[in-house]
């Protein structure tokens, strides 16, 4: 099952899973990294959460079958 808003990237939507679970860990590493500022640290977290939110909305949307609604 392919996503419409990834048509353009050719990537599948297990692709794009792995690519947010990828992406959330850097951001958390990155977070772990930053001792200095702590606004950059709060951000790096923030990323990291939203990340794993588009995750598990996308592994539900994965295990249940259903594509996303169309926006517009």
């Given amino acids: ?3 419409p808003a990834s ?3 050719g990537k599948t939507d297990i692709e794009r899973l792995a690519h947010y ?12 990294n930053e001792n200095v500022v702590s ?3 709060d ?3 923030d ?3 939203q990340y794993e ?3 598990r909305e996308l592994e539900a949307r994965i295990a249940t079958g259903k ?3 169309p926006t517009g």
Wanted: charged fraction near 35%; charge should be positive.
């Fill in 39 to 41: 606004e950059a640290r």
């Fill in 47 to 49: 990323l990291a959460r």
């Fill in 53 to 55: 939110r588009l995750g």
């Fill in 67 to 69: 594509r996303p609604e």
């Fill in 21 to 32: 679970r990828e992406l959330a860990a850097q951001f958390r590493q990155w977070a772990e």
């Fill in 1 to 3: 099952m392919s996503d």
């Fill in 7 to 9: 048509a353009g990237t």
């Fill in 43 to 45: 951000g790096l977290l």
